[in-house]
């Protein structure tokens, strides 16, 4: 998400720091050209022209312009003010009632609502682990109910069964008895969505509002859709009342002109973000950390979190140990492989590193994705145990036949080598250093290992 925002945005600021001083003239240029990126992002016109404003009037006003570091200072205005327009507000789901607590989930059809009900089911029982219970109240759309069952199971979640011929208000009211009596925490009500807003849709959310008086109503936008999701959002907060949204394909949006118009058309804060197709792609908004990332900052936090969910801790400590005393084996390299793919798609990895805009030609000429991922762990598996534990029996003979058991060529074989042998040779530095957590250590090798290339 906002890839090209990004990029555009780190070219301006690339040339507003390689200037010492900087005029008002200087400053005005630079707004024009984020005015036009933002435009060009599809963020709403409204929110442009106050961007740009508060922004002006913050940069050429006091002693911006007279400091040490005015290109930095300006950095730092831009980052503020697309936090403010974000929302600087706690953006978490409120689960402060007495439970069981309703959360309703809203929005147009084919947006991925019932997909994302269940995701923030599978959310809440990992991160709070609750007792939860999932509700389809989407009679309309064919196998609705059993598109979320199945999803249900998968998640490990209880989902009410259905019932031939129960309508939407009624299942609401069964459902809200059973959380009650069965002592659920969480009840996720799924309600039906239509191709367009109609009043019909708009009443049975109200009655249905009534009966589960939710303490969270969020609307599910598709961020593809553009200034679209803003008007939609506009359409059912008007109507039902949200209380956040939740944007959905949000790994697909290389622009983020919804997500930055949301906020400020509705006054509801995002709150959460669908960056994938699995179960555990659902993330918390974060404003400081998407500015972050359009600026160029990368999300270091955010990347660690992916990390910690698929790396064991404790073996990534033995790893790290034994890379630190420089024993970093082609072993160890192949599990840290094998916990990359597991963090997700590597183009969302990416995005989350620093200054990743600032080498975009190389990386697109590198072809970094989950299949070069793929096949360098075929290289590594097509060696015997031995050749693993010592990478100094590869010659010749032995290269091609682990190229021709892999599926690629000597030349992948050797990169693969060369980029083990760098990577081994900065763990041992971080060891002489004074090492780092076994964490860390994984994550960071996981990272040198596959952008190492850039570095020649």
């Known amino acids: 998400m906002f890839d090209a925002l990004s990029s555009k945005f780190t070219d301006i600021f690339d040339r507003l720091g390689k200037k010492g001083v900087l005029s008002e003239g200087d400053v005005d240029s630079a707004l024009r050209e984020i005015r036009v990126a933002l435009l060009e992002a599809d963020v709403s016109l409204q929110v442009v022209k106050e961007f740009v404003s508060v922004v002006k009037e913050k940069s050429v006003g006091g002693e911006v312009l007279k ?30 009632a007495t439970p069981p607590v309703s959360i309703m989930m809203v929005g147009l059809q084919g947006v ?63 459902a809200m008895k059973v959380g009650v009596s069965e002592g659920y925490d969480i009840i996720v009500f799924d309600t039906a969505g239509r191709l367009a807003i109609d009043q019909e849709l708009m009443r049975e959310l109200s009655e249905i509002k009534n009966i589960v008086t939710p ?21 059912f907060n008007s109507n039902v009342g949200l209380t956040g949204v939740a944007l959905t394909r949000v790994d697909g949006d290389s622009r983020g002109g919804a997500a930055l118009s949301i906020r400020s058309s509705t006054g509801c804060p995002i709150k959460l ?5 699995k179960l555990g792609d659902l993330e918390n908004f974060d404003a400081e950390r998407i500015a972050g990332r359009i600026l160029g900052k990368g999300d270091i936090v955010g990347l660690v979190e992916k990390a910690s969910q698929v790396i064991d801790e404790t073996e990534a400590k033995k790893s790290a140990e034994r890379a630190l005393k420089g024993k970093f084996t082609l072993e160890d390299l192949g599990t840290q492989l094998s916990q990359v793919r597991k963090m997700g798609d590597m183009k969302g990895i990416m995005g989350m590193l620093p200054g990743i805009g600032k080498i975009k030609k190389q990386v697109a000429d590198a072809n970094i994705d989950d299949k070069m991922i793929s ?17 100094k029996l590869l010659n010749g003979k032995r290269r091609k036949r682990i190229a ?7 030349q992948e074989v050797n990169r693969l080598l060369k980029q083990h042998k760098q990577m081994a040779q900065m763990m041992k530095k971080m060891g002489k250093s004074g090492g780092i957590s ?4 994984s994550v960071m090798g996981q990272l040198n290992q ?3 290339q850039f570095r020649g």
Do not use: C, W
């Open 438 to 441: 076994g964490l860390d250590a």
């Open 273 to 277: 973000m669908g960056v994938g197709e």
């Open 404 to 410: 021709a058991g892999s599926g690629t060529s000597v």
């Open 375 to 391: 096949h360098q762990e075929a290289i590594i598996f097509s060696m015997t145990p031995m050749e693993r534990k010592n990478p």
């Open 215 to 235: 303490k969270e109503t969020i609307l599910v936008a598709d961020a593809l859709s553009g200034q679209d999701a803003v008007n939609t959002a506009n359409e």
């Open 67 to 96: 400091s040490v570091t005015p290109g930095q200072m300006i950095i730092k205005i831009v980052f503020d003010e697309l936090v403010e327009v974000f929302g600087p507000d706690n953006t978490s789901i409120d689960l402060q």
């Open 450 to 452: 596959n952008f190492g």
């Open 112 to 174: 991925g609502k019932t997909t994302t009900s269940a995701k923030l089911a599978y959310k809440l029982t990992q991160d709070e682990n609750k007792k939860l219970l999932l509700v389809s109240l989407d009679v309309a759309r064919p196998a609705a109910q059993e598109q979320l069952s199945i999803l249900a199971k998968e998640a490990g979640i209880r989902s009410l069964s259905a019932i031939l011929g129960e309508q939407p208000v009624g299942i609401a009211s069964r």
